[in-house]
């Protein structure tokens, strides 16, 4: 059943949704595919890293490939990155090699 919410989006809850007090409308709510898209690409530049030739955000759980600021490539999963990991292993165990 498609609605229009008050803020004029279009949405098709399901009962689920709505029985756990998830709201209406997931653009509303936050829980929208392209908001979660935006948020990951700007995780990625605070990383100073880029997306790889030819990839592309799928879901949360969905491995990205990355191009971090020191050239590795990497294909870390968005709810990492979302977790406060950083996107590149190479790096990170350089670092850890550095503070020992």
Known sequence: M???CRAG???APRPIDLKEGQGLCPV???RSPRSAEAKF???????DA???PGARYVNAH???????QQGHQCAPR????KQGQRPCLAC???DSRKAV
């Open 41 to 47: 690409l700007a995780r990625v530049a605070a990383f």
């Open 2 to 4: 498609q609605l229009i």
């Open 9 to 11: 989006h279009r949405c």
């Open 62 to 68: 969905t491995p990205v490939q990355l191009i971090c």
């Open 78 to 81: 968005p709810v990492s990155l």
């Open 28 to 30: 509303c709510a936050r």
């Open 92 to 94: 990170n165990r350089s």
């Open 50 to 52: 880029q997306l790889a």
